[in-house]
């Protein structure tokens, strides 16, 4: 029971921190609410997925290593994901570049060669974007 004890003074402990942001102003009320919202979330999933852990390892009680594990897994697919992304936003924007090149090296170069190599690039390049924001 002494653990439970030192959990909820943390959890108080943690809670004073989002009422100190608040009040020093460096964040208004509606950022430290959805920071105290964010950090729930969090919290959630990591449970969730460490629940998930502990079961699929026969264990009745979820250990401290069960939630490194479920950290690790939740930061790892958000990072595979994103390089996921960004490998086919780069492959996109490579076939995109050489049909625009294909296309301009002939003699006669078509509006829709041009359109579809140009819109290739600019495809690859938001896709590969979009995956590099949502890296970890």
């Known amino acids: 029971m002494a653990d439970r004890k030192g959990f909820d003074s943390d ?3 943690e809670l004073h ?3 100190r942001l608040r009040t020093q102003g460096s964040f208004s ?3 430290v609410d959805t920071l105290a919202d964010r950090q729930a979330e969090y919290l959630e999933e990591v449970s969730q997925e460490a629940t998930r852990i502990a079961r699929r390892n026969r264990s ?3 250990s401290a290593a069960d939630v ?3 950290d690790q897994k ?3 697919d958000a990072r595979g994901r994103a390089g996921l992304l960004e490998l086919l936003g780069g492959a996109i924007f490579g076939a995109g570049l050489s049909e625009f090149i294909a296309v301009m090296t002939t003699s006669d170069p078509g509006h ?3 359109a579809f190599g140009c819109g290739g690039m600019v495809v690859g390049l938001l896709v590969t974007f979009f995956g590099h924001t949502t890296r970890g």
């Open 11 to 13: 959890r108080t402990s």
């Open 17 to 19: 921190k989002l009422q």
């Open 29 to 31: 009320a509606n950022a």
């Open 60 to 62: 009745d009680l979820v």
């Open 68 to 70: 490194e594990a479920a």
């Open 74 to 76: 939740l930061h790892r």
């Open 112 to 114: 829709l060669g041009i």
